[in-house]
Structure formats: C-alpha cells, structure tokens
C-alpha cells in the first residue's frame, strides 16, 4: 500500500509539474509570436522607407555620384 500511495503522490507532482511547463511553453509561443510580428512589421517599414528614400545624388540636385569624385 506504501508503494501505491508513494506512486500517485508521485504522479500528482509530476502532473503539477507538467501543467507548469504547458504554461511556460504558451508563455514562450506568444511572446515567439510577439517578437516575429515585430520583425516582420520592421522589415516591412525598412522595404517601403527604402523604396521611398531618395538615392543621395537625387537628393543634391548635382546628379554627381559621390562615391566616386575625388578618386584617382
């Protein structure tokens, strides 16, 4: 009888214990969830800011590529 009620209070933890683990792993999952939304909202706004953004010899108004002038 010693055997059996050692086993299920056993069981009882490890159940308590399993229920805890479910919890922690839906905790990670939404926050997963949080931080890829978050990525894909910046990656999103990067692609159009960089769509939208001027290269810089637009910007002058001289038409000179600057990464060139000045160099031998």
Partial sequence: MAA????AAEAALLEGRLSMLREAIETVDARIDAVSETLRRL??????HSVNEAPADQES???IDHSTSGRA
Avoid at 4 to 7: G, I, K, M, P, V
């Fill in 43 to 48: 990656r999103h706004s990067a692609a159009a």
């Fill in 61 to 63: 108004g001289t038409g």
């Fill in 4 to 7: 059996t009620a050692s086993l």
